[in-house]
């Protein structure tokens, strides 16, 4: 162990994720976009971008390398749909797929599908997109376009591939 660290272990439902997903069909739209078994995709709570997305495994898991197969099987697939769903919803020219949870409180694993608009200012690109996460109240995406964007991003999700 690394002197300074400090290790602990997090049980579910003290964890933000977990409460959430564990509340179901009772979400906002932007709380449960799309799911399967293994995955549910959310909008991001806090961006000042819209179209941030959240991609969750349903259980509780810390670490990439601790997935299942099955969870990793779907993983990329996921991302790919998840992708581009935002370049016909926002229009995006590409987006951003990042995965670290390191936020204090939001160890559980999280994937960023993020989407990089073409008029995006160059000092927020790469990653200093972060720059648009954890925003005051008054800078984030109202939830009622967050709620819009959702139900657009399923209903493309939905369509026949």
């Not at 008029?119 to 995406?141: K, N």
Request: charged share 20%; hydrophobic share 40%; aromatic share 6%.
């Amino acid at each position: 162990m690394t002197a300074g660290w400090i290790w602990t272990t997090v049980e579910p439902m003290d964890c933000f994720t977990c409460r959430q997903t564990s509340a179901g069909t009772t979400l906002p739209p932007r709380e449960r976009i799309a799911e399967d078994d293994h995955w549910r995709v959310a909008h991001s709570f806090d961006s000042a971008l819209p179209g941030w997305l959240v991609l969750l495994p349903r259980r509780h898991v810390t670490a990439i390398a601790d997935l299942t197969d099955a969870e990793a099987a779907t993983l990329g697939t996921w991302q790919v749909r998840l992708s581009r769903a935002l370049r016909e919803v926002t229009g995006c020219v590409k987006t951003y797929v990042i995965q670290m949870a390191e936020r204090n409180g939001f160890a559980h694993v999280h994937v960023h599908i993020v989407p990089r608009m073409a008029d995006l200012p160059p000092d927020h690109r790469g990653p200093q997109i972060f720059r648009y996460l954890a925003q005051p109240s008054l800078a984030q995406v109202p939830d009622d376009e967050k709620d819009r964007l959702a139900r657009a991003i399923a209903a493309h999700l939905a369509r026949p591939t």
